[in-house]
T-cell receptor, first 115, second 111 residues
Framework: NAGVTQTPKFRVLKTGQSMTLLCAQD?????MYWYRQDPGMGLRLIHY???????AKGEVPDGYNVSRLKKQNFLLGLESAAPSQTSVYFC??????????????FGEGSRLTVL | QKEVEQDPGPLSVPEGAIVSLNCTYS??????FMWYRQYSRKGPELLMY????GNKEDGRFTAQVDKSSKYISLFIRDSQPSDSATYLC???????????FGSGTRLSIRP
């Protein structure tokens, strides 16, 4: 099993360009999440999904959109990239919403630089 | 003020030493406490989970929660170079609430 797979792993964008990050999980998890990780800030939740066809905002959703057309995939889009969106993006999944053990399964991250 | 505070380090100790990693928090409503380990260029993975106060031991790792002081710790005994990673504390108010992550402490174990 691959677990949670993110593509691409690295990307450099110019300000104003758009792009989509793809997350795929093969664990049949209902819940999927997008986080960003910045130095000194910890992991911050951008958007999450509680099932196919549903999405919800996290704590830092501005400038991002998401879609969950298939249960195994969760896409994160940047319509007009800004330098403030330079970060490492992590996708995660869980079998239930914030399960009792607090266990999320993370991908390896996508490093995005916006010039 | 951040809800969860964690010293970013880096912390460098010799192999075999006992390591103590700590987090403080401001909201006494937190009940679930976790430690995630994140190797360089990888995603975090759950290392330890504790509910409410007390200690939990798993091999060389011990997680300790002191709710009266709003302080949690992770102890690593007989530290190994393979323990070199960033350690993130995390907390939840309840089993269905969002997870609040600390910013992580970078640990290096010198052979």
């Amino acid at each position: 099993n691959a677990g949670v797979t993110q593509t691409p792993k690295f990307r450099v964008l110019k300000t104003g360009q758009s792009m989509t990050l793809l997350c795929a999980q093969d664990m049949n998890h209902e819940y999927m999440y997008w986080y960003r990780q910045d130095p000194g800030m910890g992991l911050r939740l951008i958007h999450y999904s509680v099932g196919e066809g549903t999405t919800a905002k996290g704590e830092v959703p501005d400038g991002y959109n998401v879609s969950r057309l298939k249960k195994q995939n969760f896409l994160l889009g940047l319509e007009s990239a800004a330098p403030s969106q330079t970060s490492v993006y992590f996708c995660a999944s869980s079998y239930s919403k914030y399960p009792d053990t607090g266990e999320l399964f993370f991908g390896e991250g996508s490093r995005l630089t916006v010039l | 003020q951040k809800e969860v505070e964690q010293d970013p380090g880096p912390l460098s100790v010799p192999e075999g030493a006992i390591v103590s990693l700590n987090c403080t928090y401001s909201n006494s409503a937190f009940q679930y406490f976790m430690w995630y380990r994140q190797y360089s260029r990888k995603g975090p993975e759950l290392l330890m989970y504790t509910y409410s106060s007390g200690n939990k031991e798993d091999g060389r790792f011990t997680a300790q929660v002191d709710k009266s002081s709003k302080y949690i710790s992770l102890f690593i005994r007989d530290s190994q170079p393979s323990d070199s990673a960033t350690y993130l504390c995390a907390m939840m108010y309840s089993s269905a609430s969002k997870i609040i992550f600390g910013s992580g402490t970078r640990l290096s174990i010198r052979p």
